[in-house]
């Protein structure tokens, strides 16, 4: 997928996000889907075109494929999210999951890697030194290599706290609904607190698979990923605006605000930081050579 290509599909998707508030119903139920698999296709294609086959495969697998058998866990067992059913409104199901919700989470989930990575040393573009070095966690040894913890760490979290927007609001459709929604976070009945542990837990597990089955393409970022970060704040940006003015969620704006601003809010800054030394000047290439497939 070609950067052109890329941000024509993070264009269609801002619409279909705008039109949102718009709609109700049943074609507000349409949107919903059609925005997912936007995502989906926006991701999974970005991997595909600038990390390559295996990328990808490893995306799908650990996101798609992984987020389909968590939710049809939950929804049979009960764990790691607590009790709770979808509703019909959001097409097919297999095993009681639609099957549009694997592809939420691949949809996010590797925008949350990218940015992560950005974050602790993976600018390919960055003063020499910079790339996958120990300062970014991934040195050689238990914690860095394969096993990056500052980058899992940071991709998990915000992942996870993406559903401090989606739930309240997914759940204020009726798209699904609790058996059992206690304790809950202050503003947000209707939804325990497990269900957002359960997110997190399983977001560890995923990023933490991503890194090796990925391989070195993941390891660092560059021009290419601009549609990503892009996706990545405005998402952030967008969620806090549309909960608190146009979907009547001030407590999903809050938590969600605070909660994502984690990895949104300095990845913001970077990139405006960088912006402003490549005006200037003031960045310099990193050194033909540099190890940075850590």
């Given at each position: 997928?070609?950067?052109?290509?890329?941000?024509?599909?993070?264009?269609?998707?801002?619409?279909?996000?705008?039109?949102?508030?718009?709609?109700?119903?049943?074609?507000?139920?349409?949107?919903?889907?059609?925005?997912?698999?936007?995502?989906?296709?926006?991701?999974?294609?970005?991997?595909?075109?600038?990390?390559?086959?295996?990328?990808?495969a490893a995306?799908?697998?650990?996101?798609?494929?992984?987020?389909?058998?968590?939710?049809?866990?939950?929804?049979?067992t009960g764990?790691?999210?607590?009790?709770?059913?979808?509703?019909?409104?959001?097409?097919?199901?297999?095993?009681?999951?639609?099957?549009?919700?694997?592809?939420?989470?691949?949809?996010?989930?590797?925008?949350?890697?990218?940015?992560?990575?950005?974050?602790?040393?993976?600018?390919?573009?960055?003063?020499?030194?910079?790339?996958?070095?120990?300062?970014?966690?991934?040195?050689?040894?238990?914690?860095?290599?394969?096993?990056?913890?500052?980058?899992?760490?940071?991709?998990?979290?915000?992942?996870?706290?993406?559903?401090?927007?989606?739930?309240?609001?997914?759940?204020?459709?009726?798209?699904?609904?609790?058996?059992?929604?206690?304790?809950?976070?202050?503003?947000?009945?209707?939804?325990?607190?497990?269900?957002?542990?359960?997110?997190?837990?399983?977001?560890?597990?995923?990023?933490?698979?991503?890194?090796?089955?990925?391989?070195?393409?993941?390891?660092?970022?560059?021009?290419?990923?601009g549609p990503?970060?892009?996706?990545?704040?405005?998402?952030?940006?967008?969620?806090?605006?549309?909960?608190?003015?146009?979907?009547?969620?001030?407590?999903?704006?809050?938590?969600?605000?605070?909660?994502?601003?984690?990895?949104?809010?300095?990845?913001?800054?970077?990139?405006?930081?960088?912006?402003?030394?490549?005006?200037?000047?003031?960045?310099?290439?990193?050194?033909?050579?540099?190890?940075?497939?850590?």
């Amino acid at each position: 997928m070609t950067r052109r290509l890329s941000w024509a599909l993070l264009a269609v998707l801002v619409l279909a996000q705008i039109c949102y508030p718009l709609t109700t119903g049943e074609t507000r139920a349409r949107l919903t889907v059609a925005t997912v698999v936007l995502g989906y296709l926006l991701s999974v294609g970005h991997a595909l075109f600038s990390r390559g086959p295996r990328t990808a495969a490893a995306l799908v697998a650990v996101a798609t494929v992984g987020g389909f058998a968590i939710e049809a866990l939950g929804v049979a067992t009960g764990f790691p999210f607590g009790s709770y059913d979808y509703s019909g409104e959001l097409g097919p199901k297999l095993a009681g999951v639609p099957l549009i919700i694997p592809l939420a989470w691949t949809w996010m989930a590797w925008p949350a890697w990218l940015a992560a990575t950005r974050l602790t040393g993976g600018d390919a573009s960055a003063r020499p030194g910079a790339g996958d070095g120990p300062s970014a966690g991934d040195a050689p040894g238990r914690r860095g290599g394969r096993f990056p913890v500052r980058r899992i760490a940071l991709a998990a979290v915000g992942l996870a706290a993406w559903d401090l927007f989606l739930d309240p609001q997914m759940v204020a459709e009726g798209y699904w609904v609790w058996r059992d929604a206690t304790p809950a976070l202050p503003g947000l009945p209707g939804i325990p607190v497990s269900n957002y542990l359960g997110w997190l837990l399983f977001a560890v597990l995923m990023m933490s698979a991503l890194r090796p089955l990925a391989g070195p393409a993941v390891a660092t970022t560059d021009g290419r990923d601009g549609p990503m970060f892009a996706l990545w704040l405005w998402t952030y940006f967008s969620s806090v605006l549309a909960h608190a003015v146009f979907l009547d969620l001030p407590a999903s704006a809050l938590w969600g605000a605070v909660g994502m601003s984690v990895a949104a809010v300095p990845l913001a800054v970077t990139l405006i930081r960088s912006r402003r030394d490549d005006r200037h000047g003031t960045r310099q290439p990193q050194r033909p050579g540099v190890d940075a497939t850590a």
